[in-house]
């Protein structure tokens, strides 16, 4: 997040300074704040749209639900609305703003496919997300990231349709700090919506690996979820109900091909999810002297 502050005020500042006016920059600052404060109130009942996802309550599924609220007893958190997925491929997610407003979806396919406590091992994940406010550390990130690639769209576009040209004429009597400048926010109009994805992504991947740990921690028996991950990732039917706009929401990659063959450095780096085989092995080495637990 430090790293994010600063990126955005070295590319706001050497924007503005390019482009001679600082009003270009607040305006793509409120833009970005306006657009992720709607996402933000919003953004669980688009989700939920989008999945083709309905609500369920005590009495159409009464395992899953006592499961749910068993669980939230134990994190000491509200019962969020469940909501189940009519899609036999395995996977589950977490949203809403706060966990006062907080919604937990499964697939019909997690339901078929997991055995009692590899299913609490996936809710305990999900929890662990509204416990540990993820969606609003998303949301945080998501300002920044649109404030970084707003700025460069925008520089592009100027530069483009002739700014740059005036502003180079400018420079010959302003001396060479102002061409640098310049020349350094095109270098950065390029390379820092790259880095900022790719800080989102790593954002992502930490906050997955702690709602491991702390699911297992919930339900104290890891092997619980490294079982239900194990399944999850070996299943090979893609979510239908998925995109790219919400697959980061998913306990695990909804697009399996994400996940076939050998993971290369760079490929890596463009996960929104660590890694199955990695995320089990953190799982397996977490130790717990205590049986499954009888929710």
Not at 43 to 72: G, T
Not at 164 to 187: M, N, P, T
Not at 219 to 237: M, W
Request: hydrophobic residues 50%; proline residues 4%.
């Amino acid at each position: 997040m430090s790293g994010f502050f600063v990126l955005v005020i070295l590319i706001g500042y050497i924007f503005s300074q390019a482009m001679n006016d600082s009003a270009i920059l607040i305006f793509a600052v409120l833009f970005a704040i306006i657009s992720s404060f709607v996402s933000y109130w919003w953004s669980d009942k688009i989700v939920l749209a989008m999945s083709d996802a309905h609500e369920i309550d005590h009495v159409s599924n009464r395992e899953l639900y006592h499961i749910v609220e068993n669980l939230c007893i134990t994190a000491g958190l509200p019962v969020p609305k469940i909501y189940l997925i009519d899609d036999t491929a395995p996977n589950a997610f977490a949203t809403g703003r706060n966990a006062e407003h907080a919604v937990v979806a499964v697939t019909v396919g997690l339901l078929q496919k997991l055995d009692k406590t590899e299913l609490e091992g996936v809710i305990a994940h999900e929890l662990s997300h509204i416990g540990n406010r993820d969606m609003l550390l998303a949301t945080l990130v998501t300002v920044m990231v649109g404030i970084i690639v707003l700025l460069a769209d925008w520089f592009r576009r100027w530069t483009f349709w002739g700014g740059g040209r005036r502003r180079r004429s400018d420079s010959e009597g302003g001396g060479q700090l102002q061409l640098i400048l310049f020349v350094l926010a095109i270098i950065l109009s390029i390379l820092a919506p790259i880095f900022a994805y790719l800080m989102q992504f790593a954002i992502s991947r930490k906050r997955e690996f702690l709602a491991d740990a702390d699911g297992a921690l919930l339900t104290r028996y890891p092997e619980g979820l490294a079982s239900a991950l194990e399944k999850i990732s070996s299943d090979r039917e893609p979510l239908e109900v998925a995109n790219r706009a919400t697959a980061h929401l998913y306990i695990a990659s909804p697009f399996k091909e994400d996940e076939t063959g050998k993971i290369g450095f760079f490929t890596r780096l463009f996960m929104t999810h660590p890694p199955i085989e990695e995320r089990i092995r953190a799982l397996r080495d977490l130790k717990f002297d205590t049986c499954p637990p009888k929710l």
